[in-house]
């Protein structure tokens, strides 16, 4: 029997895709439909219960890597993991004093923020933050040869912290809306 | 009911014939039944011509049932033994069912689901809805003159995993082969998608009698995807009905509705329902009803009712704007609004999507059955009908799943929204030195307290040896199924010792719960129950023969030939235990090893699958 693909291939490796933090969306999506073209359960209702279940277990999986790949910090967070540094998200969370600096400002100004206006104001600097972070991480990662994993996983720390105070706006913005 | 159809012994039938599939809209006030022929759905009438059967079930005199419009006609002398609207009650205990008090039943609060006591014992939402559901399977029988291969069921997106699974069991008791549930707006969404033809986003909105439903999907490329779902399960067309005959009272000096009585209100609410689909149509009607027995002749406006319900489509509207917010979506992208569900009718509604939007909305299918029609396709297609290339849809959970944790607090495992199947494990860890059990409860909801989410299921892992606190770790894992079905599992990982335990939501029926329905002599249930079991089996039996004869046609290739002997040794034991044992456990014991036997053969395929998949090509095609 051909080996070919396993389940524990890489996200990447399933996905067809090179092994770095920019990659093409469309692509992606592209081959996420293609995948679960060929594996989805609902191609295999009239087979037998094995068949089923494989398809199960491969739609599962493909489903997994696709959300993984989709989000740019999952995305980085599982490229450190793929180089053997773990994220720690839970017991790491020492930041730089200008990052926690910052935050404290975001969190005083949504605070003061009354009008729906301030908040979306307020939302469009942190998202222009956000994207600058992202590029410097593209930069970290895809621009030399020998990438420093563990100031990589810093900075996702520090974007996940973005990330959690973007759905604390999200949700004033819901209460003012 | 058809004749079973008997083939000649050794020849399986032509594995490419047509496969009886159909789709079932299981409603709250009515249901309907659609299938494909001559390549177009259409919903099945009944011998009467009506393709509406009403969500009603009495239970008559001497064990008869009445189903559909007859059970409606014998409601107002037999209330409390005529069963509408059991979709209320589908997976629910009796705190959870709103406005309980002012229906005319005995309710039974039961665990796992509310019952209603009736003269032929006391009934739950999923032996009523299987009655419907045999009803309806009956008639596609009727129509085409063979057994029905299978079903795809719709259930409301907010339904939860309860309201899923009782769903399921409902028709598991009617006799029904469950192809996939799949939600409401999907089906619309399918009935116009391939009915357009037409790639990009769309959403649908779904305003019903009682709830609201809103879901954001794309298609492309032959695959639907469901980007976001969002709604109101408290917010529908009754609504309107109270706010128009509320308004209505107020300009007539009558005080409020529900200062009156229970008989006089639903009067009043009726009228106010018939003056709201009049209004549909023209600008002005006359509204009757009776108060204290003197009768009231009122005039109606539209405009009146629009503004007497105005803040109602200002709710939908807001939450249609939630879930664009929710996809990152801005209204220009969206390519076309779908209409489904009765209320979507008022032009009101029609008038503010298209403000909304800058484009009017797709009102071309009927809004009683668009919901049908799309299940209809789905499951043409998940039964293998339908011509090559045809859709993929790609669903998502509508609401997120968690654990309680520490304080009464929820820890979410699949965030809503992520498409499905899909499963997520997450490591726990103990809380006290030497604790050897855990409580694991499962809930679902976006609330962060555990009191505020719907409690799905409570298990215990026990088994864990003693260790110092935070030492052990617990690997908790959340599965969804392609039916948007959850099963979790826990298990012990330091200590090598497994534990693991699957539970099914507390208020599903188990196994053993609907085996016992069927015993008990259900209507729908052939007169011989194990006859009925060994036909199913051998339906089963001869499933899984063809399906396996087309995997080793299409893939053959991939086996040694000492493997493709032992599958063939293995199908026709199947085949020889469906001819010649007279009972359904030797049968289904074949099936079994027959799909153990193949398990490395479909994985084989499945990664020949996947690989032509990665190279492009069309999997139709190969």
């Keep these: 029997m051909d080996a070919g693909l396993s389940l524990q291939a ?15 969306l469309s692509a992606l999506d592209a081959k996420w439909k293609q995948l679960q073209g060929a594996a989805h359960p609902d191609r295999f209702a009239t087979e037998t219960a094995a068949a089923q279940r494989v398809a199960m277990q491969w739609a599962v999986r493909i489903n997994e890597a696709y959300r993984r790949l989709k989000n740019p910090l999952a995305r980085a967070a599982y490229l450190c993991s793929l180089h053997g540094v773990d994220l720690e998200a839970e017991s790491n969370t020492a930041m ?14 949504l605070s003061e923020a009354g009008t729906l206006d301030g908040v979306e104001a307020l939302s469009d600097e942190v998202m222009a933050s956000r994207n600058a972070t992202l590029k410097s991480l593209q930069t970290q990662i895809d621009g030399t040869a020998s990438v420093d994993w563990r100031q990589v996983a810093g900075t996702v720390r520090g974007l996940m912290f973005v990330d959690k105070f973007m759905s604390d706006i999200d949700r004033r913005v819901d209460a003012l809306s | 009911m058809a004749l079973l159809q008997i083939s000649e012994p050794g020849q399986a039938p032509d594995p ?65 033994n005529t069963v509408v609207s059991a979709k209320r009650f589908m997976g629910r205990m009796l705190a959870d069912v709103a406005g309980h008090q002012r229906l005319p039943y005995r309710f039974v609060d039961q665990p796992g689901m509310v019952g209603v006591a009736t003269r032929d014992g006391v009934k739950t939402a999923v032996e009523v809805s299987a009655e419907i559901l045999a009803t309806l399977r009956f008639r596609a029988e009727d129509t085409f003159d063979d057994d029905v291969y299978g079903a795809v069921i719709t259930v409301p997106a907010y339904f939860d995993d309860a ?13 029904l082969n469950v192809l996939r549930l799949i939600n409401e707006p999907t089906a619309a969404a399918i009935a116009y998608g391939l009915d357009q033809g037409v790639e990009g986003l769309y959403a649908v909105y779904d305003l019903g009698g009682g709830t609201f439903d809103i879901s954001l999907l794309r298609l492309a490329r032959g695959v639907f995807e469901v980007v976001a779902t969002g709604g109101d399960s408290a917010l529908g067309g009754d609504d309107y009905d109270q706010r128009l005959a509320s308004a209505l009272l107020q300009r ?8 009156l009585s229970p008989r006089e209100r639903r009067n009043v609410q009726t009228a106010a329902r018939r003056a709201k689909e009049a209004l549909s149509a023209a600008t002005s009607t006359t509204v009757s009803f009776e108060i204290d027995g003197r009768a009231h002749v009122l005039e109606a406006t539209r405009a009146e009712f629009e503004a007497a319900t105005a803040e109602l489509t200002a709710t939908t509207l807001r939450l249609l704007k939630r879930v664009l917010r929710d996809a990152k979506v801005a209204t220009g992208e969206v390519q076309g609004v779908v209409m489904v569900g009765g209320s979507t009718r008022m032009p009101v509604v029609r008038e503010a999507m298209a403000a909304l939007f800058g484009r009017p909305p797709l009102v071309n299918l009927n809004p009683d059955e668009v919901v049908a029609l799309g299940a209809a396709l789905q499951a043409n297609a998940l039964a ?3 011509a090559s290339g045809d859709l993929l849809l790609l669903d998502v959970t509508p609401l997120s799943l968690g654990l309680e944790t520490m304080g009464g607090l929820v820890e979410r495992i699949i965030e809503r929204n992520s498409t499905i199947p899909t499963a997520k494990a997450q490591d726990f860890t103990t809380f006290k030195d030497g604790q050897t059990a855990m409580a694991v409860h499962v809930v679902q909801g976006e609330r962060e307290l555990v009191s505020e989410c719907r409690s799905l299921a409570r298990f215990e892992l026990r088994g864990i040896p003693p260790m110092v606190a935070g030492a052990a770790r617990i690997r908790v894992t959340f599965q969804v199924d392609a039916d948007g079905l959850l099963s979790v599992a826990a298990k012990e990982l330091t200590s090598g010792v497994e534990a693991a335990i699957v539970v099914k939501p507390s208020y599903g029926l188990s196994d053993e719960q609907v085996a016992g329905m069927l015993k008990e002599g259900f209507a729908s249930a052939e ?3 194990a006859a009925r079991s060994l036909r199913e089996a051998q339906v089963d039996a001869e499933r899984m023969v063809l399906a396996t004869e087309s995997a080793l046609a299409a893939d053959g290739d991939l086996l040694e030939a000492g493997g493709r002997t032992a599958i063939e040794g293995l199908v026709a034991r199947v085949r020889a235990a469906a001819r010649d044992a007279g009972e359904p456990r030797a049968i289904e014991a074949a099936v079994e090893a027959l799909a153990e036997g193949t398990e490395a053969f479909a994985a084989a395929r499945m990664n020949r699958g996947i690989r032509d998949a990665l190279a492009g090509k069309n999997v139709n095609e190969i």
């Design chain 1, 10 to 24: 890489t996200d990447f490796a399933l996905f067809g895709l090179p092994e770095r933090f920019e990659i093409d």
């Design chain 1, 96 to 109: 730089p004093p200008a990052f926690l600096m910052q935050q404290m400002e975001w969190r005083d100004a």
């Design chain 2, 16 to 80: 490419h014939q047509r496969r009886i599939a159909v789709g079932i809209d299981l409603g709250t006030t009515h249901s309907l039944v659609a299938a494909v022929r001559h390549g177009l759905p259409e919903c099945l009438p009944d011998e009467e011509g009506r393709v509406i059967l009403p969500s009603a079930v009495r239970y008559t005199e001497g064990g008869g049932r009445q189903i559909g419009h007859a059970a409606l006609e014998a409601q107002a002398e037999d209330a409390e």
């Design chain 2, 163 to 175: 309201q899923r699974q009782a769903t399921k069991d409902a028709a598991q008791l009617a006799g």
């Design chain 2, 252 to 259: 007539a000096g009558l005080g409020t509705l529900e200062a």
């Design chain 2, 384 to 386: 293998g009908n339908a």
């Design chain 2, 527 to 529: 007169a011989d129950m």
